[in-house]
């Protein structure tokens, strides 16, 4: 059944129910109601939908405004910029996804509630402009969500698109490496297994033909011999060369991704190969999720941790902490919370309380609450607080209350309670 707040059309009749339950909403959540519709009618193909769509969104930014900043305020804009997509109004659609950009970065610290690919989203839209200077800020971008990408690689229709955008862009740009990611879009476009076993449709990449032969005419124009891209688009293959000469910015930093790719890689051979000897047979942490459940697992991705050594940087750990967050990790509670303690780098850190919020237990309440509102663990409790939220033990809520007035997670807390206040 559909929710009253998710309707696929529009009529008189159901703008008046829809006005009718509005009103009748604890205020707090009259944005996000509208946020939801204008949403749901923004994906139509009906322009006239699109439209009433957007002037839904807008009335729920107006609210935002009111209430102060929120993750969903935020998923609001991003909506709100990629329905003005659909309807060809992309100045303003650009302005909604600087807006979103600019306020992830000021206000929150990552792209949670929102589709975690605006600045791809953005790079797409300012293809369409063609200055040099414009399409050197879209490759800019494209560089910036590029790890968000391998995060997300299981979507195949996500690094579909990214491959495209950067194949357009290095095209236009005049850069020898277009045809190499034209080459990786096509062969995405032709795969056919599914990355995700249980859910086989999800995230399929699609090309239309008229995209297929765009894909093909750059390709056409390739140096002979030039060398496929690196993971995740061709797991086996190398980064693309670029000509120092011509772009000595472009091909210093796909030098540098490389060799942290080759780093990472390094990093995490023991562990793989630790793996394999209980039949988790991966190349790196990322492609855990598709071994589920993988008790086995969880005593080597703790020994990883523990081990601490020089290789292993940030972006080394934090994929192998975020694996421990998956319930069959709850044994080795008191190992994570040493590994949570000792020396982190933050994104490392935040993946550990994030674990620790998955694994907490009744027996465990007392020791996260102690974690938690412990000022020495900074901003990484900020993870903690919804399991605070969701415990019924009472402590949880004290601990709330405490941290109500902590400046590291204070914003976090409130807007919590926010929303918890508005969906009673």
Excluded at 98 to 126: C, D, H, I, K, P
Excluded at 382 to 390: C, T
């Amino acid at each position: 059944m559909t929710e009253w707040y998710q309707s696929p059309t529009w009529s008189p009749e159901i703008a008046e129910a829809f006005e009718a339950k509005l009103a009748r909403a604890r205020v707090y959540n009259r944005a996000n109601y509208l946020s939801r519709q204008g949403a749901t009618l923004g994906n139509s193909k009906d322009p006239a939908m699109r439209g009433i769509g957007i002037q839904l969104l807008r009335r729920a930014i107006a609210r935002y405004d009111e209430a102060g900043p929120s993750f969903y305020e935020i998923s609001t804009h991003e909506s709100l910029a990629k329905v003005l997509v659909l309807n060809g109004e992309l100045d303003e659609a650009e302005s909604e996804f600087r807006w979103t950009l600019a306020r992830m970065r000021t206000t929150f610290a990552s792209g949670s509630m929102t589709t975690g690919v605006t600045e791809l989203l953005l790079a797409e839209l300012l293809l369409d402009k063609g200055d040099d200077a414009t399409l050197r800020e879209a490759d800019q971008l494209l560089t910036a969500v590029e790890q968000q990408i391998e995060r997300m690689s299981f979507f195949r229709n996500v690094v579909l698109r990214f491959l495209v955008a950067r194949a357009r862009v290095h095209f236009s740009l005049g850069l020898s490496s277009a045809e190499q990611y034209a080459i990786e879009a096509l062969a995405v476009a032709d795969e056919t297994e599914p990355s995700l076993k249980a859910h086989p449709t999800l995230g399929r990449p699609v090309a239309s033909p008229m995209l297929r032969a765009e894909l093909a005419r750059i390709v056409a124009e390739r140096r002979e011999g030039a060398p496929e891209l690196g993971w995740p688009f061709s797991p086996a293959a190398p980064a693309p060369v670029i000509d120092p000469a011509a772009d000595p910015i472009a091909a210093a930093r796909m030098t540098e991704m490389k060799d942290r790719r080759e780093r990472n890689r390094l990093a995490w051979r023991p562990l793989c190969d630790d793996l394999r000897t209980v039949g988790v047979d991966i190349d790196d942490p990322y492609g855990l999720s598709r071994w589920k459940p993988y008790d086995a697992a969880i005593p080597f991705l703790i020994r990883f941790l523990q081990a601490r050594s020089d290789d292993h940087t940030d972006t080394v750990r934090h994929p192998v902490a975020s694996a421990l967050a998956v319930e069959e990790a709850r044994p080795w509670w008191a190992d994570i919370t040493r590994l949570y303690l000792g020396p982190n780098e933050q994104t490392a850190k935040d993946k550990l309380a994030g674990a620790l919020s998955v694994l907490v237990s009744e027996e465990t309440c007392g020791e996260f609450i102690d974690l938690a509102i412990d000022p020495a663990n900074g901003s990484s409790r900020v993870v903690m607080i919804g399991a605070l939220h969701r415990m019924s033990d009472p402590r949880g809520r004290a601990a709330l209350d405490v941290l109500r007035r902590d400046p590291d997670v204070a914003d976090e807390v409130k807007r919590i309670l926010r929303s918890a206040r508005s969906a009673s």
